[in-house]
């Protein structure tokens, strides 16, 4: 109880007359300019309110730096002159259908590679063991050569492979 009674008597006492030592000596605002203990809040309000700017700004630093990664990025991983590549769009078909057309062989399998201004494949297609009378149906492995682009129409030039070793694409 004697607690209770000293906590009321202090509240009751002016700022000057209490006897708690612990206590904290406020000063009038109006007077000194300084704020008392209970505005520490704003403070660090009018702190955190400051710090969104420098959040937007680091956060636009980082975007300009991933930005310039991704450009970095994607023009590293542009195709060059004798990389594998996957067929622009119609080419594949037009292949085939040359394939099957003009050679009269069938395509199973195609490796397109990107040689600056036209495409170098390397066409596997069904031997013919049946057909004895041209050793050209016995070749399984055809070289190609497709120039232009899919709104004119692709020229296709092919020869067959009869070295054993493989050919050097874009040669």
């Known amino acids: 109880m004697k607690f209770q009674?000293?906590?009321l008597e202090d509240v009751s006492k002016p700022?000057?007359?209490r006897s708690d030592d612990n206590a904290v000596p406020t000063t009038d605002v109006r007077t000194t300019g300084l704020a008392i203990d209970d505005d520490r809040l704003f403070q660090t309000h009018r702190r955190t309110g400051r710090s969104w700017r420098q959040y937007v700004k680091l956060l636009g630093v980082v975007s300009v730096f991933v930005t310039a990664a991704g450009i970095v990025i994607f023009y590293l991983t542009l195709p060059s002159v004798g990389d594998r590549v996957?067929?622009?769009q119609g080419?594949?078909?037009?292949?085939?259908?040359h394939f099957l057309d003009t050679e009269k062989r069938t395509a199973t399998d195609i490796e397109f590679y990107y040689c600056g201004e036209f495409y170098w494949a390397r066409v596997d297609v069904e031997k013919r063991p049946d057909i004895k009378t041209n050793p050209i149906y016995g070749?399984?492995?055809?070289?190609a050569r497709a120039a232009g682009d899919p709104e004119n129409?692709?020229?296709i030039t092919a020869v067959p492979v009869t070295s054993a070793e493989p050919p050097a694409p874009c040669g």
């Open 86 to 88: 996957r067929a622009p």
């Open 5 to 7: 009674k000293g906590l």
């Open 153 to 155: 129409g692709w020229q």
């Open 15 to 17: 700022a000057s007359e």
């Open 91 to 97: 080419l594949e078909e037009a292949m085939r259908s």
């Open 139 to 143: 070749i399984g492995t055809y070289t």
